[in-house]
């Protein structure tokens, strides 16, 4: 079973508007959380991380809220621009601090 | 300065051959970490060391896939007798402080690997 879901293979939004992005996780021992944005051919890059002691954390235009009652995690990038467009993958650390990642939502931002 | 570095970018090789796919970290960090990625869907941990001792390798699927890192900073994944389902791309990262800690782990741009 995965411990930590991405439900949306996918996304498309115009420039300039909203993008939320959704991570659903099993576990609710799980207590540090990140985002990870990839472009094809490179490595994933480190986007925003939150602890469970917070439920949001900002960082420009990208807001990650954490929602632990529901173990529902969402990335929201304001405004979007077409250079947002990437693959972005919710993680978490587990209790042996590696990372588990969720399958990732591709994102698009049309100009 | 200079990231994680991983070479070969692109490994093709036949089944049943054995392959070594490196990785330079970013000086000075003591934690490394490997990860697979399999076509949609996110990395899978397979092994990080601290320093030079595996600290844990419980992501290896089996005994046929090996890490070493002798001097603490350089890291060979190894694979021996290569099967079709081993093809995917290799990640490594590596962070700051001790292995096992929320350091942010940078990534390399990964070794595609394919076994044909």
Not at chain 1, 69 to 77: D, F, P, R, Y
């Amino acid at each position: 079973d995965q411990q930590v879901k991405q439900n949306s293979p996918s996304l498309s939004v115009q420039e300039g508007r909203i993008s939320i992005l959704n991570c659903d996780y099993t576990n609710s021992m799980f207590d540090y959380f990140l985002w990870y944005k990839k472009y094809p051919a490179e490595g994933p890059t480190f986007l925003i991380s939150i602890s469970s002691i917070k439920d949001k954390n900002e960082d420009g235009r990208f807001t990650v809220f954490l929602n632990k009652s529901a173990k529902h995690l969402s990335l929201h990038i304001v405004p979007s621009q077409p250079g947002d467009s990437a693959v972005y993958f919710c993680a978490v650390v587990d209790s042996s601090y590696k990372l588990i990642f969720g399958s990732g939502t591709r994102l698009l931002v049309r100009p | 300065g200079a990231g994680v570095s991983q070479t070969p970018s692109n490994k093709v090789t036949e089944k049943g051959k054995y392959v070594e796919l490196r990785c330079d970290p970013i000086s000075g960090h003591t934690a490394l970490y490997w990860y697979r990625q399999s076509l949609g869907q996110g990395p899978e941990f397979l092994i990080y060391f601290q320093g030079t001792g595996a600290a844990d390798d419980s992501g290896l699927p089996n005994d046929r896939f090996f890490a070493v890192r002798p001097e603490g900073s350089v890291s060979t994944l190894k694979i021996q007798r290569t099967e079709r389902g081993d093809s995917a791309v290799y990640l490594c990262a590596s962070s700051q402080g001790v292995a096992g800690s929320t350091d942010t782990q940078y990534f390399g741009p990964g070794t595609r690997l394919t076994v044909l």
